[in-house]
C-alpha cells in the first residue's frame, strides 16, 4: 500500500491509501445496496424495523400506537414488503381471540444493527428536533 497526500496551501484537501492497483480503498461500490435501498428508502421501513428490534417481538395495534401517524393499510403494506424481503416474521398463534405477533429475521436485526450507528449520529446532530416521538419505551 501507498500513501498519496494532496495538500493545498490554505488546508489539506485529503489523504488517500491506495493499494497495489492505484485504487483508493475508501471507494466502495454500492451496487449490493440496490435491492436494498428499494426497501428501507420507502418512509416506514426504518422506523418498523427499529420499533420491532427495540421490542423483540410486537402486536400490530401496539406497533400503530408507537408509529403515530401510520395508517393501518401503510403499516400492512410495508410489514408485507418487510416480510417479503426477510426482514420480518410474522408469528400467528392459534389462539381466540386469533394473535399475531411480529419479530425481525436475522437478516432484519443485522439490519437494525447496521442503521443503529445512523440514528446515534442523528442524534447527536447540532440542532436535531425531534418534535413528536412516540416511542413509548424511553422515558421523556
Excluded at 440496490?34 to 410486537?58: F, Q
Excluded at 443485522?110 to 442523528?122: D, F, M, N, Q
Amino acid at each position: 500500500m501507498e500513501r498519496e497526500s494532496k495538500s493545498n496551501n490554505d488546508d489539506n484537501v485529503s489523504t488517500n491509501v491506495t493499494n497495489n492497483n492505484n485504487v483508493d480503498s475508501n471507494i466502495i461500490c454500492l451496487c449490493p445496496l440496490e435491492g436494498v435501498i428499494d426497501i428501507i428508502s420507502k418512509k416506514w421501513s426504518l422506523l418498523i424495523i427499529n420499533e420491532i428490534g427495540n421490542h423483540g417481538s410486537i402486536r400490530f395495534n401496539h406497533l400503530m400506537e408507537e408509529l403515530k401517524p401510520i395508517s393501518p393499510k401503510t403499516l400492512a403494506d410495508t410489514l408485507k414488503e418487510l416480510q417479503k424481503a426477510g426482514l420480518v416474521d410474522r408469528h400467528v398463534f392459534n389462539e381466540i381471540p386469533p394473535r399475531v405477533e411480529y419479530v425481525l429475521t436475522k437478516e432484519g436485526k443485522e439490519l437494525r444493527s447496521a442503521i443503529i450507528p445512523l440514528l446515534r449520529w442523528a442524534i447527536a446532530r447540532e440542532g436535531t428536533v425531534v418534535a413528536h416521538c412516540s416511542c413509548t419505551l424511553i422515558k421523556k
